[in-house]
């Protein structure tokens, strides 16, 4: 019987690594053709990243940054090629015209808006978006402490692929 159960182990490993694509019986899948590339960003690149902001932006806590971004985590993505979620990812969103990610379904008001995305109108915009823009579907109240909002606008430059004028 326990000759029986080793055959049956061995012919159900053998059936196992067969199906692997590369032959290789690793367990791991390649990554999807079209994925984008992981950013490889160390801690000495983020602070070189946040020195170059221009004041107050270059003293942000970059940790602060991240724990406010949880409030918005649920909502919006920042990895360059991130799905939209709710909200659109915001990969890119420094420099670019409210409203205008391709693929993303804005209210009319965000659409009409006029303005390109930069740290003076995200300031304004996180303070509280309904007060800022009337008519945008956001439904987030805002985050009200500037010191906050500071270190959310510091560590979106530093994660979302800015780069300041030379």
């Known amino acids: 019987m326990r000759t029986l ?4 182990v061995a012919a159900l490993c053998l059936v196992v690594s067969a199906c692997s694509k590369d032959g290789g019986g690793s367990g791991e ?5 079209d994925a984008p ?11 070189a990243a946040l020195a170059a ?3 107050p932006y270059n003293t942000g806590d970059l940790s602060n940054g991240q724990s406010k971004f949880a409030l918005c985590r649920s909502c919006h993505t920042i990895t360059e090629g991130g799905p939209d979620l709710t ?21 009319e008001a965000v659409k009409a808006a006029g303005f390109t995305w930069d740290a003076e109108h995200l300031d304004k915009w996180l303070a509280s978006p309904r007060e800022f823009l009337p008519g945008t579907k956001m439904t987030f109240a805002g985050l009200h402490d500037p010191k906050d909002r500071v270190d959310l606008i510091a560590y979106l430059k530093v994660e979302t692929g800015y780069k300041p004028a030379p």
Do not use: C, E, I, Q
């Open 87 to 107: 909200g659109p990812n915001l990969h890119g969103v420094f420099g670019r015209k409210a409203g205008s990610k391709p693929g993303y379904a804005y209210s």
């Open 53 to 55: 902001l221009p004041a």
């Open 5 to 8: 159960n080793l055959a049956a």
């Open 37 to 47: 590339a992981a950013a490889v960003s160390t801690d000495t690149d983020k602070a």
């Open 29 to 33: 899948a390649p990554p999807p053709a």
